[in-house]
């Protein structure tokens, strides 16, 4: 069996209200649908994340394409590591891991086929069978807040998640009417997307924990990695890391150095269901739970995420 052709197809969702935070301000999701098809007639699909420029994803993942023909789709880890030093995506890291885990996805998907086996089952087997997803809260109507935050407890979210790191004084108000909504036990997290100093975020989150914060998702800039090292000795509120873990080496410095409680990342990240799978477990190992990171992915994404968190050691509770 070998890769006969390769298909890219730019694909575009709405949302059905538009995403504000201290990052972004958008109104959906495009991504970039992969198909591969063998010689035997087997497809295999898969989804590579657009990041800040879907044409330039999409003309990555064509430079692929001459890597790719006529190779055998369980050579995966091999025609990684060509397409990364051999094509020079070394220079591009982030553009390449962004495109790359979209074909990475589609060879897991067709090995999978071909031996009759879930992904889960090809990384080892089940750790658990259910995984649970958050929910998430929008920024900027207090009365819409509270529709929502009513919406998710009739519905059995026991995570909700909210970003800030825009205006302090309204993220309390929020984060006490979220509290009132969702009462005591449901979990309550803020994502500040780096927005604050290392003073800001030690003044801000003891406030904000009154209403017990489950983790803050990136308060204070990623890099260098002394901010949120310094952060952590100084507050109580477990911290997440995530746009400190763009490449395989970031990640690694993170979990080495223990620099937050929860790694929040995925394969877009680091390139690859495999890698993602292979650093959750090594934060395992160093006591770090995982968190699985969205982009605002479509379901190719989602279903394969799900897949590889369902063999991972130390996951949280809440995905994204």
């Known amino acids: 069996m070998v890769i006969a052709d390769l298909e890219y197809k730019i694909v575009s969702v709405p949302y059905t209200h538009r995403e504000d935070s201290a990052q972004v301000s958008r109104d959906g999701v495009t991504d970039v649908v992969v198909k591969i098809t063998t010689d035997q007639g087997l497809v295999g699909w898969g989804e590579s994340c657009s990041g800040a420029n879907v044409e330039s994803v999409l003309e990555t993942l064509k430079a692929f394409t001459p890597f790719l023909r006529g190779r055998d789709p ?15 995506w ?7 891991n962004f495109a790359w885990a979209g074909i990475d996805m589609a060879l897991w998907d067709l090995c999978g086929k071909v031996c009759g086996q879930p992904v889960y089952n090809l990384l080892g ?6 995984v649970d997803y958050f929910y998430y809260l929008s920024y900027g109507d207090l009365q819409r807040l509270e529709v929502e935050c009513r919406d998710g407890v ?25 509290r009132r909504c969702i009462g005591p036990g449901r979990r309550l997290r803020i994502d500040a997307n780096q927005a604050w100093s290392v003073a800001q975020a030690q003044r801000y989150l003891p406030e904000l924990d009154v209403w017990k914060i489950d983790f803050a998702e990136q308060p204070v800039p990623a890099h260098p990695v002394e901010n949120m090292l310094e952060l952590k000795a100084k507050v109580q509120v477990p911290l997440a890391a995530n746009e400190g873990l763009w490449r395989v080496a970031d990640t690694w410095e993170v979990i080495k150095r223990r620099s937050c409680d929860v790694l929040c990342f995925s394969p877009y990240w680091v390139g690859s269901l495999g890698l993602f799978h292979r650093l959750s477990w ?27 968190l369902l063999a991972l050691p130390r996951i949280v509770d809440g995905h994204q």
């Open 282 to 308: 090594a934060a395992a190992v160093e006591g770090l739970s995982v968190c699985k990171h969205t982009h605002g992915e479509l379901g190719l994404a989602a279903a394969a995420c799900h897949q590889v």
């Open 90 to 96: 070394n220079f591009r890291e982030s553009t390449f």
């Open 154 to 178: 009739e519905r059995g979210y026991e995570v909700f998640y909210l970003k800030v790191g825009v205006d302090i004084n309204f993220e309390k108000e929020a984060v006490a009417l979220i």
């Open 74 to 88: 369980w050579e995966r880890e091999a025609l990684w590591g060509q397409c990364l030093h051999q094509g020079i």
């Open 125 to 130: 087997g089940l750790q658990r069978r259910e």
